[in-house]
């Protein structure tokens, strides 16, 4: 059974999309990947969020562009957590999608991540199975070590070579 569902209103947000998925799947958590149209599909998209309790998701992870209704209603429907993934586009910025999916009505929340925050969402939904799952919340400890390690051997790289040299 996977533990989280990650839905996208097309292909084309795949490359976001699968930011989240490459996260999870280096933490070890398993995954249900769909392309599900709200707007184009409706009936498809109903079915979808209404059993997406009885099929084990714990969290969904719904990103879409434009006027992005995937999110919110999959919040409307579905009991746990739905974090939010915003597209960018070129004619409005992604400013459409960002406010369509931050700006829920109080009672239905999305913990709505940066446009094109792929890997913040993959990371959000690893912290939220985390608060159950100790051995997650380890792995999640030695991703954010690995981090902080790059940065410090980014800049004792810096501080050796100068900045000049430093990209060459
Ligand atoms: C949204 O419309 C999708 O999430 C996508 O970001 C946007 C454009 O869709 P396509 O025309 O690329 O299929 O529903």
């Known amino acids: 059974m996977a533990q989280v569902g990650i839905v996208m209103g097309s292909d084309s947000d795949m490359p ?3 930011k989240a998925a490459d996260f999870l799947e280096k933490m070890g958590i ?4 769909r392309i599900i149209s709200a707007h184009r599909e409706p009936d ?24 992005a209704h995937l999110p919110g209603m999959c919040a409307a429907i579905f009991p746990m957590p739905v974090i939010g993934i915003p597209m960018y586009n070129d004619a409005l910025s992604g400013e459409d999608a960002l406010y369509s999916i931050l700006q829920m009505p109080p009672g239905i929340p999305v913990a709505t991540v940066a446009l094109n925050g792929g890997k913040n969402a993959g990371i959000l939904a690893a ?8 051995g997650l919340l380890e792995k999640l ?3 954010t070590a690995e981090m902080k390690a790059e940065v410090e051997a980014k800049d004792a790289k810096l501080r050796e070579t100068g900045y000049k040299e430093y990209k060459k």
């Open 16 to 18: 976001v999309m699968s």
């Open 30 to 33: 398993s995954y249900d990947m």
């Open 44 to 67: 498809v998209f109903f079915e979808y969020a209404k059993t997406a309790e009885e099929k084990g998701f714990k969290v969904i992870i719904a990103g879409a562009g434009m006027a």
């Open 127 to 134: 912290k939220m199975l985390a608060m159950s799952d100790s």
């Open 141 to 143: 400890k030695a991703f």
